[in-house]
T-cell receptor, first 114, second 118 residues
Framework: AQSVTQLDSQVPVFEEAPVELRCNYS??????LFWYVQYPNQGLQLLLK??????LVKGINGFEAEFNKSQTSFHLRKPSVHISDTAEYFC????????????FGSGTRLSIRP | DVKVTQSSRYLVKRTGEKVFLECVQD?????MFWYRQDPGLGLRLIYF???????EKGDIPEGYSVSREKKERFSLILESASTNQTSMYLC?????????????????FGPGTRLTVL
C-alpha cells in the first residue's frame, strides 16, 4: 500500500520570500508523483508531475519539485512567492501498477503575508 | 479546454433527504471519481468508475452509492443524508492507462460541491 505524508498542515510566508512544502511518501513499488494546487473555492489543478528522467521537475507559476528516491521525498519549492499563490497544495502518488487511483496527502495550506 | 462540471457549487439539504450530485466531463475519459474533502484529512475516495455501468468502492463508500449510465456522467447519491456527510465533494476524471497508452493517471477535477446537511 502507498501513503503520502505532508509534514506541514499550514505554512505562512511573507510575499517575495522563498517557500518549500514538504512531501514524503511510502511505497513498496515504484510510483509517479504529483503536486496539485487548490485555489480558494475551486477544484484541484495539476501543478507538476514526475514520471521519469530528470529529478527536478518544473511546473506552472514558477514552482518546481525535486524527486529524491533515497529519501522518498518530493518537496515543492518556489524562490519567491506572490499573494496569488495563496492556496492549498496536495502531494499525490500513483503506483506504476495502478490503472487509475491516485493517493493524496492531507494538504498544506500556504498563506502569503504582504 | 478540458472540462469537468458539477451540477451545484453549494447545496443545503435536510437530514434524511435523498441527495444527487452530478458530474459531467467532456474529455471522453473512461475513469471517473468521487472524493470528499474535509479539513486535515485531504481527499478521500468514495467511489470510482472505470467504464459505463462499472463501479468500485473507494476508501469510504458507506452511506453513498453511484450511477454511471453514460460515459460522460457520474452521479453520487446520498440515500439518506446525515449531518456527518456535510463536506466538499469533488469529482474527477482521467484517461484509462490501458487505452490511452499514457503512463500516469493524471486526474482532472471539477470545481466542487459544498454540501451542508442540516
Amino acid at each position: 500500500a502507498q501513503s503520502v505524508t505532508q509534514l506541514d498542515s499550514q505554512v505562512p510566508v511573507f510575499e517575495e520570500a522563498p517557500v518549500e512544502l514538504r512531501c514524503n511518501y511510502s511505497s513498496s513499488v515504484s510510483v509517479y508523483l504529483f503536486w496539485y494546487v487548490q485555489y480558494p473555492n475551486q477544484g484541484l489543478q495539476l501543478l507538476l508531475k514526475y514520471l521519469s528522467g530528470s529529478t527536478l521537475v518544473k511546473g506552472i507559476n514558477g514552482f518546481e519539485a525535486e524527486f529524491n528516491k533515497s529519501q522518498t521525498s518530493f518537496h515543492l519549492r518556489k524562490p519567491s512567492v506572490h499573494i496569488s499563490d495563496t492556496a492549498e497544495y496536495f502531494c499525490a502518488v500513483t503506483p506504476y501498477s495502478s490503472a487509475s487511483k491516485i493517493i493524496f496527502g492531507s494538504g498544506t495550506r500556504l498563506s502569503i503575508r504582504p | 479546454d478540458v472540462k469537468v462540471t458539477q451540477s451545484s457549487r453549494y447545496l443545503v439539504k435536510r437530514t434524511g433527504e435523498k441527495v444527487f450530485l452530478e458530474c459531467v466531463q467532456d474529455m471522453d475519459h473512461e475513469n471517473m471519481f468521487w472524493y470528499r474533502q474535509d479539513p486535515g484529512l485531504g481527499l478521500r475516495l468514495i467511489y470510482f468508475s472505470y467504464d459505463v455501468k462499472m463501479k468500485e468502492k473507494g476508501d469510504i463508500p458507506e452511506g453513498y452509492s453511484v450511477s454511471r449510465e453514460k460515459k460522460e456522467r457520474f452521479s453520487l447519491i446520498l440515500e439518506s443524508a446525515s449531518t456527518n456527510q456535510t463536506s466538499m465533494y469533488l469529482c474527477a476524471s482521467s484517461l484509462s492507462r490501458w487505452t490511452s497508452g499514457r503512463a500516469d493517471n493524471e486526474q482532472f477535477f471539477g470545481p466542487g460541491t459544498r454540501l451542508t446537511v442540516l
